[in-house]
């Protein structure tokens, strides 16, 4: 047995007489709701080894920085200066060793004084952006595009081509024949 439709009246009222639920909100994010608690432990705690990351170039160095980066910083737990890990590309462990008074000194810059006693060596691959940002920097090199030819020259080129059938040889030919007039 079918019902009847209700009219446009009997709708609005029936929706008025109805609670809806509320639409559901997205969850905040994370970041946010850690940044209290966070900031509260940086303060507590200092910044840590991320901290450190960020600043690593300028502890020690353009050449230390390409073989070196900040592990973690541990805190004994009563308090008092902490020790420093730091991974080291093999064969420049035994430069860190030696160096590892001046870097602590620099590192106390940062820190403050008194937050780190030692540092400890552990060797192993090193991910640091001074070999992210080179590896980058010479594929754009790579990449980036040559002055097109001036219309006299590439006139000339397409003259001296004209008489090979088209298709990908010719293209291929065009291509080498700019890449040497670009050379001169």
Not at 137 to 142: E, F
């Amino acid at each position: 047995m079918k019902r009847p439709l209700p009219t446009a009246e009997e709708a609005a009222q029936i929706l008025a007489a109805r609670r809806t639920r509320p639409a559901r909100r997205a969850a905040p994010p994370a970041g946010k709701a850690l940044a209290k608690t966070l900031q509260a432990l940086e303060a507590r705690f200092g910044p840590g080894s991320q901290g450190l990351a960020g600043r690593w170039r300028e502890i020690v160095g353009e050449a230390l920085a390409r073989h070196t980066e900040p592990v973690k910083l541990t805190k004994p737990r009563g308090g008092g200066p902490g020790v420093l890990e730091i991974r080291v590309d093999g064969p420049a462990a035994a430069l860190i060793q030696h160096q590892a008074n001046e870097i602590l000194a620099r590192v106390a810059l940062v820190l403050g004084e008194g937050q780190v006693e030692k540092l400890r060596i552990s060797q192993g691959p090193v991910r640091t952006s001074a070999r992210l940002n080179e590896a980058a920097l010479k594929t754009a090199a790579r990449r980036r595009r040559a002055a097109p030819l001036d219309a006299g020259q590439e006139a000339e080129l397409a003259a001296s081509l004209a008489e090979a059938p088209d298709g990908p040889v010719k293209q291929a030919l065009l291509k080498l024949g700019r890449a040497v007039l670009r050379g001169r």
